[in-house]
């Protein structure tokens, strides 16, 4: 299955992110970054499906929680970052 991983800068960024998408019923799974797309010291991420980005995106926007990067994560479990 493929999945989006928002990165967000800080756990406490992530826990709100990962609170505003359940709110509007996408599931969201907070996670570690894994190391090779956390770059420098540890980050935090946001796990969705790939049907719900659109629509997280766009909440996330309305609420001013923009994404600091978003990859996807392929059924093969490699990383691409997607543009934004």
Same mark, same amino acid.
């Given at each position: 299955m493929v999945y989006?991983?928002?990165?967000?800068?800080?756990?406490?960024? #992530?826990? %709100?992110?990962? #609170?505003?998408?359940? %709110?509007?019923?996408?599931? #969201? %799974?907070?996670?570690?970054?894994?190391r090779i797309i956390a770059g420098e010291g540890c980050g935090y991420s946001v796990k969705i499906a790939e049907r719900n980005l659109a629509l997280a995106l766009t909440t996330l926007a309305r609420q001013g929680l923009s994404p600091k990067r978003v990859f996807l994560q392929n059924g093969d479990g490699s990383y691409r970052e997607v543009g934004l």
């Open positions: 989006y991983l928002i990165v967000c800068r800080s756990l406490t960024y #992530a826990q %709100r992110t990962a #609170a505003v998408l359940e %709110r509007v019923g996408i599931a #969201a %799974r907070l996670m570690r970054s894994p």
